[in-house]
């Protein structure tokens, strides 16, 4: 039996998602939230297999929630429960900030309820499980990773030479908007100046701000400032 809880904003699809999959064989819904404080509360106390989670959630994000039980999981927490993003966005930015954040599987709203039910077992088997809609996002930056990769020698000598004293490496490539992102936070725009310069919402600015610091490793956005000089993310 796996133990399933929905942390979902949305009356409707909430209630349907729950009825459908108490319907099933093998699925149990312990629990369900509508927004990102009572889920993550919900999450620690009930401690599930799986938690389907919706990015879009009233009082923050399922990033942010995710971000922050991946967290409190580090430090040995509900070391099982795995993290299901399910949402109806599949930009690139939203796909790869998702993973970064620690989610371990990536599902569309539109998909079947047999096409959840599959993630969800697969989730808590221990796999990713990505959406076929979005795996196409998820084999563009990893082709764009390892075409990076293929430098000259004359290139890769340059790049080496330009990191910091720690041999910083980012562990995931910056996308072409975060890099955008980056280089505006040198300059030392605020959240709302970048969202003017690139015509974006100040909430989409926080999504690739706090990507970035993920990716980064950074702790603040003085540091990652710093880390992308230093490394020549940035000139």
């Known amino acids: ?13 909430r209630v349907g998602i729950r009825a459908a999959l108490q319907q099933r064989e093998g699925f149990e819904v312990i629990g ?8 993550l509360r919900l999450l620690k106390t009930t401690q599930p297999d799986v938690a389907i989670v919706d990015i879009g959630l009233p ?3 399922g990033i942010d929630l995710t971000q922050q039980f991946k967290q409190a999981q580090a430090a040995g927490e509900n070391p099982n429960t795995k993290i299901l993003i399910m949402t109806m966005q599949d930009s690139e930015d939203t796909v790869l900030a998702a993973f970064a954040a620690g989610a371990d599987s990536y599902c569309m709203k539109d998909a079947s309820i047999d096409k959840l039910a599959q993630a969800i077992q ?24 390892y ?25 995931y490539p910056l996308t072409e908007r975060e890099l955008e992102v980056l280089k ?8 709302a100046q970048i969202a003017e310069k690139l015509y974006i919402t100040v909430g989409t600015v926080k999504t690739h701000v706090r990507n970035i610091l993920n990716k980064l490793c950074a ?3 003085t540091q990652v400032a710093v880390r992308a000089l230093r490394t020549g ?3």
Do not use: Y
């Open 184 to 191: 505006l936070i040198v300059d030392g725009c605020s959240n």
């Open 32 to 39: 369900d939230a509508r927004d990102a404080k009572s889920g």
């Open 59 to 61: 009082d923050s994000t």
């Open 219 to 221: 702790d603040d956005r």
């Open 1 to 13: 039996m796996i133990r399933v809880i929905l942390i979902e904003d949305h009356d409707l699809t």
């Open 147 to 171: 075409t990076s990769n293929q430098q000259s020698p004359e290139a890769a000598t340059i790049s080496i030479n330009r990191l910091s004293d720690e041999d910083f490496i980012p562990a």
């Open 122 to 145: 697969t989730t808590a088997g221990g796999n990713a499980w990505i959406d076929p809609a979005i795996a196409r996002v998820v084999l563009h930056q990893t082709q764009k990773a």
């Open 233 to 235: 993310l940035v000139q």
